[in-house]
Protein backbone atom coordinates (compact mmCIF):
# COMPACT_ATOMS: atom_id res chain seq x y z
CA UNK A 1 0.00 0.00 0.00
CA UNK A 2 1.36 3.65 -0.74
CA UNK A 3 1.37 6.05 1.78
CA UNK A 4 1.74 9.90 1.63
CA UNK A 5 3.12 12.07 4.39
CA UNK A 6 1.50 15.37 4.90
CA UNK A 7 4.72 17.20 3.76
CA UNK A 8 4.14 15.17 0.61
CA UNK A 9 0.06 15.86 0.37
CA UNK A 10 1.59 19.49 0.91
CA UNK A 11 4.12 19.61 -2.00
CA UNK A 12 1.81 17.91 -4.21
CA UNK A 13 -1.49 20.64 -3.58
CA UNK A 14 1.58 23.28 -3.53
CA UNK A 15 2.86 22.30 -6.82
CA UNK A 16 -0.69 21.30 -8.54
CA UNK A 17 -0.42 17.92 -8.83
CA UNK A 18 -3.46 16.54 -10.70
CA UNK A 19 -5.15 14.19 -7.55
CA UNK A 20 -8.19 13.42 -5.96
CA UNK A 21 -8.58 14.24 -2.24
CA UNK A 22 -11.13 12.47 -0.44
CA UNK A 23 -12.19 12.43 3.44
CA UNK A 24 -13.39 9.33 4.59
CA UNK A 25 -14.61 10.33 8.06
CA UNK A 26 -18.07 10.86 9.00
CA UNK A 27 -20.14 14.52 8.76
CA UNK A 28 -19.03 15.15 12.36
CA UNK A 29 -15.35 14.94 12.25
CA UNK A 30 -15.40 16.96 9.24
CA UNK A 31 -17.56 19.52 10.23
CA UNK A 32 -14.53 19.95 13.15
CA UNK A 33 -11.76 20.09 10.59
CA UNK A 34 -11.45 19.22 6.97
CA UNK A 35 -9.03 20.53 4.10
CA UNK A 36 -11.08 20.25 1.24
CA UNK A 37 -11.80 17.24 -0.34
CA UNK A 38 -14.53 14.97 -1.81
CA UNK A 39 -15.98 13.56 1.05
CA UNK A 40 -17.16 10.04 0.70
CA UNK A 41 -17.77 8.77 4.28
CA UNK A 42 -15.90 4.89 4.64
CA UNK A 43 -19.86 3.28 4.60
CA UNK A 44 -20.35 5.10 1.40
CA UNK A 45 -17.45 4.01 -0.44
CA UNK A 46 -18.43 0.84 -2.32
CA UNK A 47 -21.68 2.53 -3.37
CA UNK A 48 -20.03 5.57 -4.53
CA UNK A 49 -17.34 3.36 -6.42
CA UNK A 50 -17.87 5.41 -9.71
CA UNK A 51 -16.86 8.68 -8.73
CA UNK A 52 -13.48 7.31 -7.76
CA UNK A 53 -11.23 7.41 -10.93
CA UNK A 54 -8.95 4.81 -11.86
CA UNK A 55 -6.72 6.79 -14.10
CA UNK A 56 -5.16 9.37 -11.35
CA UNK A 57 -3.77 9.24 -8.22
CA UNK A 58 -6.14 9.30 -5.44
CA UNK A 59 -5.29 10.10 -1.58
CA UNK A 60 -7.66 8.77 0.81
CA UNK A 61 -7.65 9.93 4.72
CA UNK A 62 -9.56 9.71 8.10
CA UNK A 63 -8.32 10.84 11.55
CA UNK A 64 -5.55 8.54 12.12
CA UNK A 65 -4.76 6.60 8.66
CA UNK A 66 -6.30 3.46 10.23
CA UNK A 67 -9.90 3.58 8.37
CA UNK A 68 -8.36 5.02 5.73
CA UNK A 69 -5.88 1.32 5.31
CA UNK A 70 -8.74 -0.69 5.58
CA UNK A 71 -11.14 1.51 3.30
CA UNK A 72 -7.70 1.18 0.79
CA UNK A 73 -7.71 -2.52 0.61
CA UNK A 74 -11.05 -3.08 0.42
CA UNK A 75 -10.97 -0.97 -3.36
CA UNK A 76 -8.07 -2.36 -4.12
CA UNK A 77 -10.26 -5.67 -4.93
CA UNK A 78 -12.00 -3.34 -7.14
CA UNK A 79 -8.95 -2.74 -9.18
CA UNK A 80 -7.78 0.14 -8.02
CA UNK A 81 -3.72 0.76 -8.10
CA UNK A 82 -4.07 4.48 -7.85
CA UNK A 83 -4.50 5.05 -4.22
CA UNK A 84 -2.60 6.57 -1.47
CA UNK A 85 -3.28 6.83 2.20
CA UNK A 86 -2.78 10.02 3.72
CA UNK A 87 -0.04 8.34 6.69
CA UNK A 88 -1.17 9.58 10.07
CA UNK A 89 -4.64 11.06 8.95
CA UNK A 90 -5.45 14.41 10.14
CA UNK A 91 -4.01 14.11 13.34
CA UNK A 92 -0.52 14.31 11.30
CA UNK A 93 -1.71 16.91 9.05
CA UNK A 94 -2.55 19.43 11.72
CA UNK A 95 0.63 18.81 13.69
CA UNK A 96 2.65 19.42 10.87
CA UNK A 97 1.01 22.17 10.00
Same mark, same amino acid.
Request: with cysteine; proline share 2%.
Given at each position: ?K?L @??H?LK?? @?? @???D??????R???E?E??H??????P???? !?????????????????????R?? !???????T???N????L??GM????ES?
Amino acid at each position: MKQL @TSHELKNW @TD @TGKDFLLIDIREDWEREAYHIGSLHIPMGEL !ISRIDELPKDKEVVLYCEKGIRSV !IAIQRLETFGFNNLFNLSGGMKRWRESQ
